[in-house]
């Protein structure tokens, strides 16, 4: 890491922790601007899966796309929760959700759509089985360092704090 990067990073440690409503707007913003999200699910033995995938935020849910019967679109289908992660681990978000199959012919089209304007890719069109997966968050946590830890909670039980 390029020493400008570090000293900015430690600046950055000394100022004081963001509020719950700039955590919240940062976070938002994050969901509309990211591509990739780190979905972490479990079969019904427990055996973790984890793998990266292209979202899409509608502003309620996240809209996510696999193959209904690999290890992620399996244990989406089945277990109906997921963690969602974002990549950055200097500013972590961290997203508990409850999760609802859609066969790709079922998908709302507004969701389809969006995906498509996003990634550029519409699994839709595509000869594989493709299911999309909206993810509806119930918990978040969202923080840049051990300074932030109290009041990383931003959701709990699909709610807003603050």
Not at 83 to 110: I, M, N, S
Request: aromatic share 10%.
């Amino acid at each position: 890491m390029p020493w400008e990067s570090v000293a900015s990073r430690l600046m950055e440690i000394t100022e004081p922790p963001r509020s719950a409503e700039r955590r919240r707007a940062d976070v938002l913003e994050r969901f509309e601007r990211e591509s990739d999200v780190w979905v972490a699910t479990a079969d019904d033995g427990g055996l973790p899966c984890l793998v990266a995938l292209w979202f899409v935020w509608d502003g309620a849910a996240f809209w996510l796309c696999t193959r209904v019967g690999n290890p992620t679109g399996r244990n989406l289908r089945n277990g109906g929760r997921t963690r969602l992660a974002l990549a950055d681990t200097q500013d972590v978000v961290l997203v508990d959700g409850e999760v609802e199959t859609f066969p790709r012919e079922d998908v709302p089209a507004a969701a389809a759509e969006a995906f498509v304007a996003k990634t550029g890719w519409d699994p839709r069109g595509d000869s594989a089985s493709y299911a999309f997966f909206r993810v509806r968050p119930r918990a978040v946590q969202a923080w840049r360092g051990v300074y932030e830890l109290r009041g990383r909670h931003l959701m709990r039980e699909g709610v807003w704090i603050g």
